[in-house]
């Protein structure tokens, strides 16, 4: 248990679908992240909230659209996905977000396909 | 640009030792990352080194040598359990990290 839980944990969606993707940290922490980890690819951030702000933004397709309503809870609202955009998406928080050897704690992760 | 490399793949036998090596290239630097991922599950943080040397965690140590760009993750006595993937991630000036895309070790009995 790292203290970072994220559902579903499988989800498998056509390209008209709306769906969310929820992810709850039990941490105290300030910051949250939204990550892509497709096979054999990097770790590809896709956003970043430090004190429910959103700090960071790397280009990605409107789409996604994240939310945080508090510094506990993180959501990534998706729409209209493309095939490649099957992938596990992993939520992360840290203690405050852009310092010196600050770890992350992540979730398990999303399985996302779509179809 | 900034770059990251690591093997894709290794195998080593059960009771063993293994070295992950990392490579990178990044714009400043402000500390290495390990991270281990088994199948399926969240990464989990391994070690952080910025300042050149070996620092031991039981049996686990990493390397670094900031003169080279280039780290390693030692893995000694290595159990069944030890079989996930290892993810290294370079801190660069601006807090940003930058990963590699892994390496998938295998243990075998």
């Known amino acids: 248990e790292t203290g970072v839980t994220q559902t579903p944990r499988h989800l498998v969606m056509g390209m008209t679908n709306k769906k969310s993707l929820k992810c709850e940290q039990h941490?105290?922490?300030?910051?949250m992240y939204w990550y892509k980890q497709s096979a054999k690819k990097p770790l590809e951030l896709m956003f970043v909230?430090?004190?429910?702000?959103?700090?960071e933004n790397n280009s990605v397709p409107s789409r996604f659209s994240p939310e945080c309503p508090n510094s506990s809870h993180l959501f990534l609202h998706l729409h209209t996905l493309q095939p490649e955009d099957s992938a596990l998406y992993l939520c992360?928080?840290?203690?405050?977000?852009?310092?010196?050897?600050?770890?992350?704690?992540f979730g398990s992760g999303t399985q996302l396909s779509v179809l | 640009g900034q770059n990251i490399d690591q093997p894709t793949e290794m195998t080593a036998t059960e009771g063993a030792i293994v070295q992950i090596n990392c490579t990178y290239q990044?714009?400043?630097?402000?500390?290495l990352f390990w991270y281990q991922q088994h199948a399926a599950e969240a990464p989990t943080f391994l070690s952080y080194?910025?300042l050149d040397g070996l620092e031991e965690k039981g049996r686990f140590s990493s390397f670094l040598s900031r003169s080279k760009g280039y780290s390693y993750l030692l893995l000694k006595e290595l159990q069944m359990k030890d079989s996930a993937s290892y993810l290294c991630?370079?801190?660069?000036?601006?807090?940003?990290?930058?990963w590699g895309a892994g390496t998938k070790l295998i243990i075998k009995p």
């Open positions: 992360a928080s840290s203690q405050d977000g852009g310092t010196v050897n600050e770890k992350l704690f």
């Open positions: 991630a370079s801190l660069d000036s601006n807090y940003q990290l930058i």
């Open positions: 909230y430090s004190l429910e702000e959103r700090v």
């Open positions: 941490l105290g922490h300030n910051a």
């Open positions: 080194n910025v």
């Open positions: 990044t714009s400043g630097f402000n500390g």
